[in-house]
Nanobody
Framework: QVQLVESGGGLVQAGGSLRLSCAASGRTLSSYSMGWFRQTPGKEREFVAAISWSGGRTIYVDSVKGRFTISRDNAKNTVYLQMSSLKPEDTAVYYC????????????????WGQGTQVTVSS
């Protein structure tokens, strides 16, 4: 069993930055790809970014390319999402998750999920 805890969310003005962290316990993450997703009320969970177990491959949803960076520190069993140039439309609850396959955008291929952290971007 893997427990994931996200942190780093909060309220920020448009154009600002936040760094989200996802700390894992119960199992080392060094063999797994990881992803970040986000969700707003009434909408489906949306893929944001994913990273391979080594960190050598990353993928992003088009709307965050050039603004968000996913990274990981396997020694700390932690994955990060650096968010810059934030926009009001980035407001959501952000979740990290462990993938059961290689780097993927599909939520159904993620097995373990955190509880989420709220990010609110004011205009």
């Amino acid at each position: 069993q893997v427990q994931l805890v996200e942190s780093g969310g909060g309220l920020v003005q448009a154009g600002g930055s936040l760094r989200l962290s996802c700390a894992a316990s119960g199992r080392t993450l060094s063999s797994y790809s990881m992803g970040w997703f986000r969700q707003t009320p009434g909408k489906e969970r949306e893929f944001v970014a994913a990273i391979s177990w080594s960190g050598g491959r990353t993928i992003y949803v088009d709307s965050v390319k050039g603004r968000f960076t996913i990274s990981r520190d396997n020694a700390k069993n932690t994955v990060y999402l650096q968010m810059s140039s934030l926009k009001p439309e980035d407001t959501a609850v952000y979740y990290c998750a462990v993938s059961t396959v290689y780097v993927t955008r599909s939520p159904s291929e993620y097995r373990y999920w955190g509880q989420g952290t709220q990010v609110t971007v004011s205009s």
